[in-house]
């Protein structure tokens, strides 16, 4: 199963477009894996509500019929490593040919972007930038193959 990685807007910070590079390059050990940043949608003189439907919009294009799609969201899913790891066999031992991970804007998904997901997962109940999250999700998956994998990169 091929993992795609859709966000929104480049990621600016220097240290975190290294550690992401880190990641992804030892990800191609385990994983198709597919990181694309789309261009931000132009905010200026948008209600929160109007940028969420127009970044649905662009994200929606990216989509194919049959992708699982889990939203990064701050009401989904907790998962300990290990708990990630597993969900991800489920994902793996679906069938599904795509798994498709979105990190949203700065005011989260759109409605028609919550009725298209498979599901939602969160990180933490803390906050995170978009830019962070990008690398702790790279990371996060490279530590839940490791995991299923049986490597030591993950001690419990």
Known sequence: ??????????????YLRAGMSVYQERLKHYARVEYKELPDVPAKGLTPEV?????????MKQ????????LLDENGEHFSSRGFAE????????GAKQLVLIIGGAFGFSDAMYARANGKISF??????HEMIRL???EQLYRAHTILKGESYHHD
């Open 51 to 59: 940028l969420k439907e127009r970044e649905g919009e662009v994200l």
């Open 87 to 94: 969900m991800l066999q489920r994902r793996m031992n679906s």
């Open 1 to 14: 199963m091929k993992i795609v990685i859709l966000t929104l807007g480049k990621t600016s910070a220097a």
């Open 136 to 138: 702790l999700l790279l």
């Open 124 to 129: 933490s109940k803390m906050t995170y930038s």
């Open 63 to 70: 989509l194919k019929s049959d992708d699982v799609v889990l």
